[in-house]
């Protein structure tokens, strides 16, 4: 519908008609195109699109209602305007250039431009222009647009918010992927390179089944069938996956079917490497074992002393005791109380070897093991006991451990292979060690009684002992021994035969590689 104001006004056309008319001979009129013009002009007048006439000189020639409307200005108070004074002055010079390059007679081009309304405020305009310089009829480009700024400001509202959640995909400590409907990879997130070392080429379209380990693909399987059947519904899957390197590590994924979602059209997996986690959740679950242990032992053995003590003294406070008894009640106590110093001692020294090591050095193990033998001379003497140090022990380089903990590793080594020594058999224990790359392996044998295969697995265990527990100590001593080795990085094991002797072995590093120089 017109604009109210503008309904008596002859529109630019019509005016341009006019003049032509008044310029051709009497009699000459332009006949039926009169009509047409006409039609046209009302056409312009009434659309809901923006068209703006402009002169090759830049002077605002025409603006029908719409384009007044969308820039807020009064009727006809775009004529005469320069039209560089709506346009936003960044563009003006692309502006100004895209018209020079097409000054020839119908060109036209098309794109997006802002103009400034009456307020000042941007304007958002799709347009396209053409060139109808030359036609007598119009003189001037002529722009036909449409306003897109709310339109605009919602496009760019939208990919301001994909790119925040790019962004927060993309930086996010979890790993985002996205499977099809054939379980293949079809994106993931920055996080699963750093994370498993592939990059987006290395698993695009492979599928997901490829990084599962064999022993663990029937339960992902499983559970990828349960994803499929329950559209929308996180599934919960945790088990080992394949890393770039070849090493196997834990993860955790959340997986959601949103295969029917049209915006998705995929199965999303949120997940993450829990194998640090599962470390210390095993570690704890050792560690509340050994506590229960340790309550069962502290219950036992150190309450034992104490029973005799009270015994002792209850004896000594109710009766009337000679002076031979009363001495021998004493030592009796002391000897209890002096047995609970030695248990006690024992759980200190367990307690500082489970600590993790900062004070590793390089330590030679020839020196540790000349001053373990030469403080254990008497005793050795006593069990007639013959320690072996072979040429390679001699020889080892240093390694790259606790002193005070490489001590009391061979300590306890050397003692138990004595301590457990079989009756009339003279003890003999070997030192022997071997060395590759960063690594040396030492081994310590024994003629004693050997552990039975069943007990193999327990010898490290804390607070266990094997045979009648006639053997003074917690039971600790073996597992002081694997705390400490593992505390420098090292593994121990045992191998033994009934009746025949073990062999234990411990690794550690060594405070210089040198590689081509292998133990002979």
């Known amino acids: 519908m017109n604009d109210p104001e503008r309904k008596e006004e002859k529109s630019y056309l019509e005016k341009r008609l006019e003049e032509l008319e008044k310029r051709l001979s009497p009699g000459k009129g332009l006949g039926p195109m009169h009509s047409w013009i006409t039609i046209l002009s009302r056409f312009l007048e009434n659309s ?19 384009c007044e409307k ?20 960044t563009q003006l010079g ?7 390059r097409h000054g020839h007679p119908l060109a036209s081009f098309r794109g997006e431009i802002t103009l400034r309304d009456r307020k000042g405020e941007p304007r958002t305009i799709e347009y396209s222009i053409l060139n109808l310089c030359h036609e007598p009829l119009v003189e001037g480009f002529v722009l036909n647009g449409r306003d897109i700024t709310e339109k605009a400001l919602m496009e760019e509202a939208l990919r301001r918010s994909e790119r925040y959640y790019r962004s927060l995909i993309a930086q996010a400590g979890n790993m985002i992927s996205v499977l099809d409907g054939d379980l293949r990879y079809r994106w993931g997130s920055l996080a699963g390179r750093r994370i498993t070392g592939y990059t987006p080429a290395d698993i695009y379209g492979r599928s997901f089944f490829d990084f599962i380990p064999e022993e663990a693909r029937e339960t992902a399987e499983r559970k990828l069938r349960e994803v499929l059947e329950k559209p929308g519904t996180p599934v919960h899957l945790e088990g080992p996956f394949i890393h770039k390197d070849g090493t196997v590590h834990q993860h955790e994924a959340i997986i959601t079917n949103l295969l029917d979602d049209p ?24 560690r509340n074992r050994e506590l229960d242990l340790f309550a069962q032992t502290v219950a036992h053995d150190l309450k034992t002393p104490l029973s005799v003590v009270d015994g002792y003294i209850q004896l000594l406070l109710k009766e009337r005791c000679e002076p031979g008894e009363a001495s021998q009640y004493l030592r009796n106590c002391y000897h209890a109380v002096k047995r609970m110093e030695e248990l006690i001692d024992s759980l200190l020294e367990y307690a500082r070897m489970g600590a993790p090591e900062t004070g590793v050095e390089p330590v030679s193990p020839a020196g540790i093991a000349e001053e373990v033998i030469r403080e254990r001379e008497i005793l050795l003497a006593e069990r007639k006991a013959n320690i072996l140090v072979s040429p390679r022990w001699r020889r080892c380089p240093k390694v790259s451990v606790s002193p005070f903990k490489f001590r009391q590793v061979l300590a306890n080594l050397l003692d138990n292979a004595v301590k ?8 003999v224990v070997e030192l022997d060690t071997e060395w590759e790359g960063g690594e040396a392996t030492f081994h310590i044998r024994d003629n004693g009684r050997g552990i039975p295969p069943e007990d193999l697995d327990k010898v490290f265990l804390p607070f266990w ?19 400490a080795v593992e505390s420098w990085g090292g593994r121990i094991w045992v191998d033994s035969t009934p009746g025949s002797g073990s062999t234990f072995h411990f690794t550690a590093p060594l405070a210089k590689w040198v590689k081509s120089t292998p133990s002979p």
């Open 465 to 483: 002992r094997r045979g009648t527990h006639t053997e003074a100590g917690l039971g600790i001593g073996l597992s002081t021994v694997k705390h």
């Open 263 to 286: 915006d998705v059209q995929g199965i999303i997996i949120n997940s993450r490497d829990i194998t640090e986690r599962k470390k210390m959740e095993e570690e704890l679950r050792k």
């Open 48 to 66: 809901v699109d923006i068209f703006l006439i402009f002169s090759a000189q830049g002077r605002v020639l025409y603006a029908n209602p719409a």
């Open 94 to 100: 692309e502006f100004t250039d895209k018209l020079a």
């Open 420 to 427: 457990y020594s079989l009756p009339g058999r003279k003890p």
């Open 70 to 89: 969308a820039l807020g200005f009064p009727p006809g108070s775009l004529e005469n305007r320069d039209i560089s004074s709506l346009v936003e002055p």
